[in-house]
């Protein structure tokens, strides 16, 4: 496997994105807790990666301020996300990425694709060994569509038909988590996109 992960880091060198490669997620971790610029205004996008290992309160330790929609209280949401699309740094991880460099994304309200695609200057996906598809963009979405929205809806308790029966039913879902669906073919132009991964299994 980690063979297969060197070469979608060249895969992905190849698109624009810097990209390394990592044995274990605390050693992506320990990539970006360093990498940080000190002081930088960090922003960080729905991840299960990110959470399980605690990087939030691991960079508030380094003296970051950190701005994270999955702790703020529903009335201050729409702002903090607003002003995570200005943050220096935007932490997150994939939905899915193909053996030949592009990353897909789903997203229910957006806030992480658009932060993606022309929000903070520096993009950090840390991205499990489990999220790679050995096909093209339509293998990335049946991933997303059959492993991650059913983990995630249930998760969040969401009566979706992927979380009651493990499939995609667009016209009987009601609190659909896949409003948009988006390729990064390259890395946005002007930013630094970096694209660690990891040879363990993370996240959905
Ligand atoms: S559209 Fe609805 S049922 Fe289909 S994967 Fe997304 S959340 Fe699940």
Known sequence: MLAKLQETAAALRARGFESHVFETAEQAAAFVLGDAAPGALIAVGGSMTVKNLGLADRLREKGHEVLWHWEAAPADRAALLARAMHADLYLASA???????????????????????FG??????????????????????RRIKTVACPANARRLGLATPCAQTGKC???????????????????????????LLVNEDLGY
């Open 169 to 195: 039913d667009q016209s009987a879902c009601t609190k659909s988590m896949c409003s948009v669906t988006s390729t990064f073919e390259r890395a946005p132009g002007g930013r630094r996109f970096i694209v």
């Open 120 to 141: 903070p200057k520096t993009v950090c996906l840390i991205v499990g060994r489990n999220k790679l598809v050995s096909g093209g963009t339509a293998d990335a979405v």
């Open 95 to 117: 939905n899915a990425l193909t053996e030949s460099g592009m990353i897909v994304q789903i997203d229910g309200t957006g806030n992480r694709v658009g932060a993606m695609a």
